[in-house]
């Protein structure tokens, strides 16, 4: 059983967390309308949420060997992938969210991705052999090798982000 204390980071954690998301989002926006000083000091501070977070996550005893967090990873992203977003999906459709229905189905196919790979990624823990990987802005697919398109959404694979 966790300590209070660790309940409380764990707590902490997610909403900074969440309020790091909610500051990036703001500060994207302020700098659509032009609101340059506007999304400076918001995107300092969702950096500010993030070390806050970080912080908040390594006390709490969360972060464990590569390997560990490769396979908590694997774990997380194959619930989302089989439970979360689908459940997701059907309640959107009943109500006929078109733009929810859209986000989760991205996600769902993204997630399944990211699965896929932190497995490879703990199978090739010890390879010393460099890859890069390539995400998606749109809809967060990731591939390890620039595509033409995204097969989730359809963004050109020139938009991609090299990593």
């Keep these: 059983m966790e300590s209070k204390s660790v309940k409380d980071l764990m707590d902490a954690f997610a909403g900074e967390s969440q309020a790091n998301r909610k500051y990036t989002a703001y500060a994207r926006k302020a700098k659509a309308e032009g609101k340059v000083n506007a999304a400076k000091l918001f995107q300092a501070a969702a950096d500010a949420e993030t070390i806050h977070a970080l912080k908040h996550f390594e006390t ?21 992938y089989t439970e979360m977003y689908p459940a997701f999906i059907k309640d959107a459709e009943g109500e006929n969210n078109k733009g929810a229905l859209a986000s989760f189905k991205f996600a769902l196919g993204a997630e399944e991705v990211h699965a896929r790979l932190y497995k490879e990624a703990l199978e090739m823990l010890d390879s010393t052999e460099e890859i890069n990987y390539y995400l998606c802005p749109v809809c967060g697919n990731i591939e390890k090798v620039r595509p033409e398109k995204c097969f ?3 963004a050109a694979g020139k938009s991609f982000i090299e990593y």
């Excluded at 060997?65 to 774990?75: G, H, I, P, Q, R």
Aim: net charge negative; with cysteine; charged share 25%.
């Design 60 to 80: 709490a005893g969360k972060v464990g060997s590569t390997a560990e967090n490769l396979k908590d990873a694997v774990a997380g992203e194959t619930y989302e």
């Design 152 to 154: 989730i959404c359809g």
